[in-house]
């Protein structure tokens, strides 16, 4: 018999924070890297941090550390090392060098868990676009992520000077036609968003795991592909809703995330538009985080990045089962508590959206609102 299932690759995490992080904040930023290692079938082994002004220009770790991390690497059969941060092509290569290891930085970890769950054409053009923008700087002579690209062994050792020379080609010549790609996709998305110009839109947004999939699905009554991993939702999904006699479109977009890949957003601005032309944003936050605080200051700043930081936003505190109402300040603007999976506060918040769709339907929308349209 031929085993054909995947194995786990065996891997270690390493963070650096500054001298004024507490160490709970640093435990808090590895768990959440942890949990983006095992999406991408990665079993964690141990885990290094360290406390520096700024991390080591050659190897972002200090010598003694990177010491501690080879020791474990030889020890336990190490496959692959990941890290808190970006790292620069330098530091890439001297890692790759003293290791021997694959080496993951958050930005490329996040790529890949968008390649693996991307299903439509445009979210693969732009999670590859993304990824090739990302690697191009990135070419070691140990590099592996690229034999995956070209068919090729992934074993260690890597490419020599001239077959990184012709990768580095091969990339150029794939942005360029990903590029062509999306631009053609793009423009069919646009014409389907005109085209359903005169009808309010709703767009939940929050953090990756909030749990907007979940709600999506129960408002719209439709099937949605909800389960509690990070980035389940890659692809914007679009279904229209009636409440109360008053239709609209509501959309489940991309789970933001601490540090997300500033090439991802470039790319991804087609799928991020579905916010940017909302009437409405619901904010959906799970309360059952301890860190939801930090959650909802970085999806602010993320909806302000990509223009959409005035939009109306109804601010939805989910998983409400699993927590109380201790350390839930009120926010600007609505805010609601419920529970998708008990169905707590649902009917309530079908009310309030309602009561919102409403009131754009009056002011955007006037003509809308004649008799006949319902």
């Known amino acids: 018999m031929i085993e054909t299932a995947k194995k786990n690759e065996r891997g270690l995490l390493v963070a650096v924070g500054t001298k004024s992080e507490s160490d709970a904040r640093i435990e808090e930023m590895m768990d959440e890297l942890e949990f983006l290692s095992q999406t991408l079938q990665i079993d964690i082994l141990g885990k290094f941090t360290q406390k520096l002004e700024h991390p ?28 808190d941060d970006d790292l620069s092509p330098s530091q890439l290569r001297n890692l790759e060098k003293e290791l021997k290891v694959k080496i993951y930085d958050r930005s490329l970890l996040i790529l890949d868990i968008f390649l693996k769950r991307a299903k439509t054409a445009q979210a693969k053009t732009q999670v590859e676009l993304a990824r090739f923008q990302y690697l191009l700087p990135r070419l070691t002579r140990m590099w592996t992520h690229l034999e995956r690209q070209r068919g090729g062994t992934g074993t260690r050792g890597g490419a020599g000077e001239k077959e990184i020379e012709t990768d580095r080609r091969i990339i150029r010549d794939q942005i360029n036609v990903l590029k062509k790609k999306l631009e053609k996709i793009e423009k069919q998305s646009n014409t389907q968003r005109k085209s359903r110009s005169g009808i309010v839109r709703v767009a939940l947004v929050g953090y990756t795991n909030a749990g907007k999939s979940s709600l999506m699905r129960i408002l719209s009554k439709e099937k949605v592909y909800a389960k509690d991993e990070l980035f389940a939702t890659v692809d914007s999904t679009v279904r229209k809703v009636v409440l109360n006699n008053l239709p609209f479109l509501l959309s489940d977009t991309v789970g933001f995330i601490r540090k997300l890949p500033h090439s991802l957003i470039e790319s991804f601005k087609s799928t991020l538009a579905e916010v940017q032309e909302a009437d409405i944003l619901l904010h959906i936050i799970d309360t059952s985080n301890p860190s939801h605080e930090d959650h909802i200051a970085i999806v602010d700043e993320t909806l302000t990045e990509i223009g959409a930081g005035d939009i109306s936003t109804i601010r939805v505190y989910n998983k409400m089962d699993k927590s109380d109402d201790e350390g839930i300040k009120a926010g600007k603007g609505q805010s609601i508590k419920i529970s998708a999976k008990t169905g707590e506060g649902i009917s309530e918040l079908r009310e309030l959206i309602a009561e919102e769709v409403k009131k754009v339907h009056m002011k955007i929308y006037p003509n809308y609102m004649h008799p006949e349209v319902y």
Do not use: Q
């Open 56 to 83: 080591d220009s050659k190897t972002f770790v200090g010598k003694g550390k990177l010491e501690e991390i080879k020791t474990m690497c030889i020890a336990d059969k190490i496959d692959v090392v990941v890290f």
